[in-house]
């Protein structure tokens, strides 16, 4: 089972979300939080796999929360629910380090494969979002071999360098090398900043 945290302000739709997960029988809720505060305080006394945040919330709101995880060296995935198509919305909880982001009329079917995709180290978005984001970007050309693409995209689905290394059948230090080029060529100073770029500019 799936240990999940839920944090949303409403009570009806923490509750109504809790009960569809429920009804998969692959997800337990650990606990629930009405904002940022609360939800720091309870993971610290009982951590989970996943962590399902709403993004608008009083007193601390959900990029604030992923922030303050992040700070904190709390690296459990975090998956962003909102009821808002907003794309500046989309790019801060990324940019705060969350790693999947939907909108809540989502299916029961799609919100389970996306949390069993995060606790596996993937990334999830919704696509509609992803999609009018890049619309609004200007994007520059930016060239990538196609092993760089191909590692890029391992990347973006959360693969560490050993892993990567196993899924291309390359040496750790080709590897090394390979992302030490895409971060060069993406002018990013870290992975998360190359991932977020990577979705900017539509390459993967």
């Not at 509750?15 to 569809?20: D, K």
């Not at 801060?92 to 995709?117: C, Q």
């Amino acid at each position: 089972m799936i240990k999940v945290g839920l944090v949303d302000d409403q009570q009806l739709v923490r509750e109504g979300i809790a009960g569809l997960l429920s009804l998969s029988g692959k997800t337990e809720i650990l606990w629930q939080a009405a904002n940022g505060v609360e939800a720091l305080e309870k993971i610290c006394v009982a951590p989970v796999d996943i962590l399902l945040a709403d993004i608008r919330m009083p007193t601390m709101d959900g990029i604030e929360l992923v922030q303050k995880l992040r700070e904190q060296n709390i690296a459990v995935p975090i998956l962003m629910l909102t009821t808002f198509d907003d794309s500046e919305l989309f790019a801060r909880s990324l940019a705060a380090g969350a790693n999947g982001f939907l909108l809540k009329d989502v299916s029961l079917e799609k919100l389970i494969h996306s949390i069993e995709a995060l606790v596996a180290g993937g990334f999830i978005t919704d696509n509609t979002v992803l999609k009018k984001w890049q619309q609004e970007k200007s994007q520059p050309t930016v060239y990538l071999t196609d092993r760089e693409l191909q590692i890029l995209r391992l990347l973006v689905g959360g693969m560490s360098n050993k892993e990567i290394m196993h899924a291309v059948f390359l040496a750790e230090g080709t590897v090394r090398n390979h992302v030490s080029n895409i971060l060069a060529k993406l002018e990013c100073r870290d992975r998360t900043q190359a991932v977020l770029k990577a979705l900017e500019l539509g390459l993967v």
